[in-house]
């Protein structure tokens, strides 16, 4: 049987949310309810087999259930359209919106989160991700936590047979690719750059990047007597004492957040103010005391002082392109001994830092059966010259002559961590030409590195995309045909276009293709809709109905 749930959304009112993005959308409408009385849904169930054939001819009939009862039938067809995947299935997530959690520390539109879980799960995909925020978590003070939005969130997923994957997100929200809402650093953080700006991440002009505490300080006792490896620690560990009872069994996965987006890189193609623009080359974060301090103690190491009086002279600014610069031109600065010396120190400084918040959440959270990730950015433009200038920017030190990405994958499998790669919808043929982008060719690229070093991957879409050919793309991705095959995949993101038609029918189909190992499941011929599942609700409206914001 395949099990109907018509979700006939009613978006009206939509929410005029403040966007900063510039290459995705992402929008909140509103979804009527009834009151009380109309709290059941109507199920509508198309058979495919000939003992139903009555039913078939009689599409309009429904059966009424209860709240309880209806629980009862969408988990019973939940186990019959993909449920959890077992063998060589890939359970796909769903990211939740920025703002799943507000300001005040509440979860934002519970009523209609509880419906979306509900449409997610017989849809079904695996669980949700979640973004639990440093600027909201901490807000109040240092070492003052405040878990009661999230709490809720996890219980809400559990109730509804859901996993979830919680980030530890230690940058600020805003000012990126699809940041829909502004989510600041603590405000006892801010206090603390706004006496010392070096805590931040600067390029050669002075400008201060407020996305992220600058990994140059890691081991400095700068936040008010603590180190913002010890500050990152303590807040990890706090999850971990709060969630205790939920690690491992609701709580699948622990993504750490090691950078700006969460993403394991310098901030070096900001968005924000029109700093940075698609496909600019982006610069060097190295420009904050601590990180020339480091610059030049490499330097004296090496003997040879001059080469740590500051970052490349000539790498060029933001928008530019790599012709343009003397550093990544096709016979630039990059592939001499002092551009080497440089790009190895720079590298080797994320690299570190992402090893030492790993460690450090390894040791926390060792024994609770919880997974551990950490994410890298999919930096794709320019991917076809010689120098990946965009890429060296940003931190990976990966060129035609050296694999960049060998070094992070060894670093994460010795720490037993998922590698979790962005741009895996990306074909090479949508990209721009001028922009020598190849998405196809980098995740090749990392999936070979991960296998090389038994370091598990998974993916995500780096843009929203509601279309076939995305999907399919990922599900060609996920394979493991060459390189390493994915273990998990996480869809950005859930917001009203999700549930629309076309958009929802191509999710439900890629989810199961994805339970199936990544195969392109052929559908009963006997549903119209183009999915063996299509989730809604029917609402039957009066003049009690209310509205609730879709999340």
Request: net charge neutral; proline share 4%.
């Amino acid at each position: 049987m395949a099990l109907t749930l018509h979700y006939s959304s009613s978006f009206i009112n939509p929410i005029d949310t403040k966007t900063s993005k510039t290459q995705e959308e992402s929008s909140t409408g509103s979804i009527s309810y009834a009151q009380p009385n109309s709290s059941t849904c109507r199920l509508r169930v198309k058979s495919s087999i000939k003992m139903e054939h009555a039913s078939r001819e009689n599409k309009t009939q429904t059966s009424i259930f209860d709240g309880k009862r209806q629980h009862e039938i969408l988990e019973k067809f939940h186990g019959l359209s993909g449920g959890r995947k077992t063998g060589s299935g890939v359970p796909v997530f769903v990211m939740l919106p920025l703002d799943t959690v507000s300001i005040g520390g509440n979860l934002n539109r519970a009523r209609a989160m509880n419906a979306s879980l509900m449409a997610l799960k017989s849809a079904g995909v695996e669980g949700v991700m979640v973004d639990a925020w440093w600027g909201l978590v901490e807000k109040d003070g240092p070492s003052k936590y405040n878990w009661d939005g999230y709490f809720e969130l996890v219980q809400m997923v559990q109730k509804h047979g859901l996993k979830i994957q919680v980030v530890m997100s230690f940058h600020q929200c805003g000012g990126n690719v699809g940041d829909s809402c502004s989510i600041p650093l603590p405000p006892w953080v801010l206090e603390e750059i706004s006496k010392n700006p070096d805590l931040v991440y600067t390029d050669k002009s002075g400008r201060r990047n407020p996305e992220y505490i600058s990994l140059g300080c890691d081991s400095l006792p700068v936040l008010k007597g603590r180190t913002p490896i010890q500050v990152y620690s303590d807040f990890m560990r706090s999850f971990r004492e709060t969630f205790s009872d939920y690690l491992g069994g609701v709580i699948v996965e622990v993504q750490v957040g090691m950078g700006p987006c969460g993403e394991l890189r310098y901030p070096a193609y900001p968005e924000s103010n029109g700093t940075w623009r698609f496909p600019g080359i982006g610069e060097f974060q190295c420009y904050d005391k601590y990180m020339r301090a480091s610059l030049k103690a490499a330097s004296v190491a090496i003997k040879n002082e001059d080469w740590g009086i500051s970052g490349p002279h000539d790498s060029g600014n933001y928008n530019q392109f790599p012709e343009d610069t003397g550093f990544f031109k096709r016979e630039g600065t990059w592939n001499t001994e002092y551009g080497q010396f440089f790009l190895a120190w720079y590298s080797d400084k994320l690299v570190e830092h992402g090893n030492q918040l790993l460690g450090a959440a390894e040791g926390i959270f060792r024994g609770t059966g919880a997974k551990l990730s950490g994410k890298v950015a999919g930096i794709h433009w320019h991917y076809g010259t010689r120098a990946h200038a965009a890429e060296l920017t940003a931190g990976y030190y990966n060129t035609r002559n050296r694999d960049g990405y060998l070094a992070i994958a060894q670093m994460m499998a010795k720490r037993g961590v998922v590698l979790n790669f962005t741009c895996m919808e990306m074909r090479d043929g949508e990209q721009p030409a001028h922009a020598n982008c190849s998405p196809e060719g980098l995740v090749k690229q990392v999936k070979m590195a991960t296998k090389t070093t038994g370091t598990e991957l998974a993916g995500e879409n780096a843009l929203e995309r509601y279309d076939e050919s995305a999907f399919e793309q990922v599900l060609a991705t996920s394979r493991s045909d060459t390189g390493n095959g994915l273990t998990a995949f996480t869809y950005l993101r859930m917001n009203k276009r999700l549930f629309e038609g076309e958009n929802w029918r191509n999710l439900v189909a890629f989810a199961k293709n994805m339970s199936e190992g990544g195969r392109n499941v052929g559908l009963s011929e006997y549903d119209t809709g183009r999915s063996d599942l299509y989730v809604g609700l029917i609402i039957k409206k009066d003049k009690k109905t209310e509205e609730a914001v879709l999340v």
